[in-house]
């Protein structure tokens, strides 16, 4: 006998449970963004394998799922969305009156080792603004991230937004005694600081060359940064050094500037946060689950020259990402997941009565639409009708499988209400049922079910 087939590694099957909790937060998703002024876009599920090689950083690049194809050109399929949103602007030039407000909902790929929180997956939602360097742009997108957690339910004490500055970072660390040219390699070991025990550090410090004031610097990064901020002690002791005094004053007074009322307790300049990306180069942050238990939930920044580096004009540019994965797990255990399941029948159809064709009837009635030629829109859809299958005339039956189906309503056609030429209506929520009329029924049923007319 052969194995079952399984589905690839970190890849998800969505049953219509999954499904309905995945179109709950993407809708979340839109409905914010577009609050926000953000319009919709998309790109190709993969690009030239160049494009991500360009700027991403190495991190993002050994993750890559990437083929030849059958013309010898090499592709790989997006682990982010970014490159493609630069490489779109990039195209069209100067041609787009500024600032550009894109969102995006893609499926991204990365062939990472599969855990709590990271899939090879998952989807992701991208916020971007394009052709303003100020402040005010850094502080749209930080709102619009926030308002999307509040929006499901999570308040300022369940996320922490830690955020950090590429340019002012550098001139602090150099400040400390970093040598210039090691400035990479010291962004690359602090992001990888707090994942690596002792010894692991170490081994990486001297691989990587680093002088031993260098090593030892680092080092009390690494211990300081797993401390509370009041103890890190040693640390500010070195931030109030006078030959980095202006620096790190900058950077404070970045931090009131950045702050929203909405954020103010919870948002914190971290010294130890450098995002793995290479393409950022000013403001970067980070938004964690606040009980420290899960991976980063979304994460953003400045990349002003990625545009130009893809050939376009000179293009500031500020956006973060937000997958699904993570989001899901922090909305699950603060029982912030819908209880009910989502996208039942606004009706379910009960026919006790002899004539069998009237489920079809109503049914065909009810789901129909009303479209505007002159607009060329539908001005009011059709409402979503379920009903039974079988045979049954049995309403206390019938009445359980419209439960099961999680139906917000029931039309119930019986034989001696339909002498009167009533129909019943019942409210499957309250179970209280009225009679109305057959010639106004439709007309109720779409108003009951929250439709005002074209
Ligand atoms: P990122 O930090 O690599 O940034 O990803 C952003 C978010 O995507 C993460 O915080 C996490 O929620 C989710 N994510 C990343 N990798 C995985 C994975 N393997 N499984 C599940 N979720 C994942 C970027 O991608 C940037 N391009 C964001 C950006 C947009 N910067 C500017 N604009």
Not at 50 to 71: A, H, N, P, W
Not at 76 to 105: C, D, H, N, S, Y
Not at 210 to 227: N, V
């Amino acid at each position: 006998m052969t194995d079952l087939f399984q589905g690839p590694k970190g890849t998800r099957d969505f049953l219509p449970s999954a499904m309905a909790v995945r179109r709950y937060i993407e809708d979340a998703w839109r409905r914010v963004s577009t609050r926000y002024g953000f319009q919709e876009v998309d790109g190709p599920t993969f690009e030239s394998l160049e494009l991500y090689k360009v700027k991403s950083g190495d991190e993002i690049v050994s993750q890559l799922f990437s083929f030849t194809d059958r013309g010898g050109r090499d592709l790989a399929l997006r682990p982010e969305f970014t490159p493609t949103v630069a490489r779109m602007v990039a195209q069209l030039g100067g041609g787009l009156p500024k600032p550009i407000k894109w969102f995006a909902i893609p499926r991204c790929y990365r062939a990472e080792q599969p855990q709590k929180g990271r899939l090879r997956e998952f989807i992701q939602w991208n916020v971007d603004f394009i052709g303003d360097s100020s402040l005010a742009a850094d502080r749209e997108c930080l709102s619009v991230c926030a308002a999307l957690l509040f929006e499901m339910g999570l308040t300022a004490d369940d996320f922490n937004i830690s955020w950090n500055h590429r340019d002012l970072m550098a001139e602090l660390l150099v400040g400390l005694g970093i040598r210039t040219d090691k400035l990479p390699d010291t962004f690359y070991v602090l992001d990888r600081l707090q994942k690596l025990n002792d010894s692991e550090r170490d081994k990486l410090l001297v691989s990587r060359e680093f002088l031993s004031s260098e090593q030892e610097l680092l080092g009390l990064f690494a211990s300081e940064m797993s401390k509370p901020k009041a103890e890190q002690l040693e640390l500010n002791k070195r931030l109030s050094a006078p030959q980095v005094r202006d620096t790190y004053e900058k950077i404070m007074q970045l931090q009131d500037q950045l702050a929203l009322p909405e954020l103010a307790y919870n948002f914190q300049w971290d010294i130890g946060l450098v995002r793995g990306l290479a393409y950022y180069t000013g403001f970067v942050f980070e938004v964690a689950d606040a009980r420290g238990e899960n991976r980063a939930v979304a994460g953003g920044g400045r990349y002003d020259k990625l545009i130009e580096i893809l050939g376009g004009k000179p293009t500031p540019a500020v956006g973060f990402g937000m997958g699904d994965v993570v989001l899901e797990i922090l909305l699950s255990e603060r029982g912030l997941l819908p209880v009910k399941p989502l996208g039942g029948p606004d009706v379910f159809i009960i026919n006790a009565s002899e004539n069998a064709g009237l489920t079809g009837l109503w049914a065909s009635r009810l789901r129909r639409s009303t479209f505007d030629h002159e607009r060329k829109i539908t001005v009011q859809s059709g409402l979503r009708v379920e009903h039974s299958y079988k045979a049954s005339k049995n309403i206390g039956k019938l009445l359980q499988e419209a439960a099961h189906s999680h139906a917000r309503f029931a039309l119930i056609l019986a034989p001696d209400e339909l002498e009167r030429n009533v129909v019943k209506w019942r409210d499957m929520q309250s179970r209280t049922e009225i009679e109305w009329p057959v010639h106004q029924a439709e007309t109720l049923i779409r108003a009951a079910c929250g439709q005002t007319g074209g």
